[in-house]
C-alpha cells in the first residue's frame, strides 16, 4: 500500500482551470516508479470513475469526457502526479481521488473536492 496525499482542489468558474497535485511521500522512487498512477473521480450519486492515468513510462490514458481538456504528468524524482483541469464544466464538480496501482493493487487518495460553478 501506498500512501497518497492530494492536493488543489476547491472552487472555481466554468472555463477556468485547477491543478491537482498526488504525493507519495513515504514511497521510496523506485517503488513509485512502478506504479501505474491515475486520478478517479466520483460525482455525489454517481459511481467512481477514472478520469486519466499514467504508466511509469509515461503512457497516458483519459477518459473521453476530459479529452483535450485535462493534462495528466508525473515526476517521478519528486514521487508525484499532477491533473491540470482547463475549460473545467459544472459536470466536473466531483471528489478527485488518486490512485496508485502496481500488479493489481490499489492504493487511494482520501479525495480532494472540485466544484464548478458560478
Known amino acids: 500500500q501506498v500512501l497518497l496525499v492530494e492536493s488543489g482542489g476547491g472552487l472555481v468558474q466554468p472555463g477556468g482551470s485547477l491543478r491537482l497535485t498526488c504525493r507519495a511521500p513515504?514511497?521510496?522512487?523506485?517503488?513509485?516508479?512502478?506504479?501505474?498512477m491515475g486520478w478517479y473521480r466520483q460525482a455525489a450519486g454517481k459511481q467512481r470513475e477514472l478520469v486519466a492515468s499514467i504508466t511509469g513510462g509515461r503512457i497516458t490514458k483519459y477518459a473521453d469526457s476530459v479529452n483535450g481538456r485535462f493534462t495528466i504528468s508525473r515526476d517521478n524524482s519528486q514521487k508525484k502526479v499532477y491533473l491540470q483541469m482547463n475549460s473545467l464544466r459544472p459536470e466536473d464538480t466531483a471528489i478527485y481521488y488518486c490512485?496508485?496501482?502496481?500488479?493489481?493493487?490499489?492504493?487511494w487518495g482520501q479525495g480532494t473536492q472540485v466544484t464548478v460553478s458560478q
Open positions: 513515504r514511497t521510496i522512487t523506485s517503488v513509485f516508479n512502478g506504479h501505474t
Open positions: 490512485n496508485a496501482n502496481q500488479n493489481g493493487v490499489d492504493s
